[in-house]
Structures are given as C-alpha cells and as structure tokens.
Nanobody, 123 residues
Framework: VQLQASGGGLVQAGGSLRLSCADS????????KAWFRQAPGKEREFVAA????????YYADSVKGRFTISRDNAKNTVYLQMNSLKPEDTAIYYC?????????????????WGQGTLVTVSS
C-alpha cells in the first residue's frame, strides 16, 4: 500500500502548480483521498479532500477558490490544482487515503499517507 506524491517545486507568487498522488493499485479506487500540508515550524493542516467517486469535495477556508482537488480512478491518481499561490502556501504537501471519508473530512484520521512533496512559493 503506497501513495506517491509528486509535482512540487518552486514557483513565484501568483503562479500555479499541480500536484499528483498515485496509489499502488485498485485497492484505493473506493478510498477517499485528501491533501494536507505542513509548513516549517507549524503543525500539519488539512487542505482538501474528495470522496471515492469525486462527487464531493471539501476545502480549507484558506485555499477555497484557489485550489481544486480531483481524481482519476482509472489512473489511480488524485490531483491538487493550485492557482494564485501565495508565500504562505509554502509547505510540504502530503496525500492521504482512507476507506471512506473521515468525519469531519479535515480530521487527520486517514489510514495511509504518502511521503510528501515540497512546494515553495517565492514573493
């Protein structure tokens, strides 16, 4: 059971990045997925979540209107499109998976976690 996040990098404020998280196989097709992030010196925080079918999505207030979570179950991949990036979005971004959406979706009670990808937004 593995989650592999990718797509991080250095971008200027106002720019965009798309993160991807590929899982190890069809086991995760029916799993809810989420993105969390952890900035230097801060606790990990919820970013976005999506149910297994993609019909329901949830966002932290800080990213609403700028970030979009989506998934392609045929490719076993969940995405995080990040637009209008701000320096405060700088963090390591982690993907997570759980058999069913935790209540609330923003809780950290996900069973599986990826290794993280670094996003740095310069001012």
């Amino acid at each position: 059971v593995q989650l592999q996040a990718s797509g991080g990098g250095l971008v200027q404020a106002g720019g965009s990045l798309r993160l991807s998280c590929a899982d190890s196989g069809r086991t995760f097709t029916l799993y809810a997925k989420a993105w969390f992030r952890q900035a230097p010196g801060k606790e990990r925080e919820f970013v976005a979540a999506i149910n297994w079918s993609g019909s329901s999505t949830y966002y932290a207030d800080s990213v609403k209107g700028r970030f979009t979570i989506s998934r392609d179950n045929a490719k076993n991949t969940v995405y995080l499109q990040m637009n209008s990036l701000k320096p405060e979005d700088t963090a390591i971004y982690y993907c997570a998976a759980h058999p069913g959406l935790p209540k609330p979706p923003s809780s950290s009670g996900y069973d599986y976690w990826g290794q993280g990808t670094l996003v740095t937004v310069s001012s």
